[in-house]
């Protein structure tokens, strides 16, 4: 099983240049989030979405978009990228309901992104 | 809103015992969860607590108290690979309906000493 796959495990941007994380999952989960991961700030939800069509903000949303058009697929886009937006992001995905596993978020490897 | 607060460092020798302690403010959550995360990898589950009382997995325990907003992680027969960063979450009953998303704490790095 695949489980959650993120690309580019590496990124170097400049600041201002947009860029797409992608995070797929096989797992059938409905819920699929996004985190940022900073030195002494432990995880922080950006975005996360409970179904294909639906998605709601975090706690540090801003300069981040998301879109989930199907239950595979969550990608989390960058429009103009600050160097405030250098950290280490992590996907992640979890049943939902009462399905078994509903309770254990499954993580991606990660993508660490440095702005210039 | 929610807060978790656990210690930011814990250090310990092998073969040990070591709590790491977990208190946090919430309007109301579905139950605290457990994180581990080595250096350079991704946050692995380890435990789940939904109701008050003790959960046991192997060397690793943990425990939840709703009336006194407070849990903690218990690790047994410390080794050297227990070296790592804990995170406790809780998942938001508030936004239950829409998902329910965990929050974090911002993770406790434990050192195992020989």
């Known amino acids: 099983n695949a489980g959650v796959t993120q690309t580019p495990k590496f990124q170097v941007l400049k600041t201002g240049q947009s860029m797409t994380l992608q995070c797929a999952q096989d797992?059938?989960?409905?819920?699929m989030s996004w985190y940022r991961q900073d030195p002494g700030m432990g995880l922080r939800l950006i975005h996360y979405s409970v179904g294909a069509g639906i998605t709601d903000q975090g706690e540090v949303p801003n300069g981040y978009n998301v879109s989930r058009s199907t239950t595979e697929d969550f990608p989390l886009r960058l429009l103009s990228a600050a160097p405030s937006q250098t950290s280490v992001y992590f996907c992640?995905?979890?049943?939902?309901?009462?399905?078994?596993?509903?309770?254990?978020?499954?993580f991606g490897a990660g993508s660490r992104l440095t702005v210039l | 809103g929610q807060s978790l607060e656990q210690p930011s460092e814990v250090t310990a020798v092998e073969g040990a015992i070591v709590q790491i302690n977990c208190t946090y403010q919430t309007s109301g959550f579905y139950g605290l969860s457990w994180y581990q995360q080595h250096d350079g990898g991704a946050p692995t589950f380890l435990s789940y607590?939904?109701?008050?009382g003790l959960e046991e997995t192997g060397r690793f325990s943990s425990f939840l108290s709703r009336s006194d907003s407070y849990g903690y992680l218990l690790l047994q027969e410390l080794q050297m690979k227990d070296s790592a960063s804990y995170f406790c979450a809780v998942r938001d009953r508030a936004t239950y309906n829409q998902g329910g998303k965990l929050i974090f704490g911002q993770g406790t790095e434990l050192s195992v000493k020989p």
């Open positions: 992640a995905s979890r049943a939902q309901g009462t399905r078994s596993g509903a309770n254990v978020l499954t």
């Open positions: 607590n939904g109701l008050d």
């Open positions: 797992m059938n989960h409905e819920y």
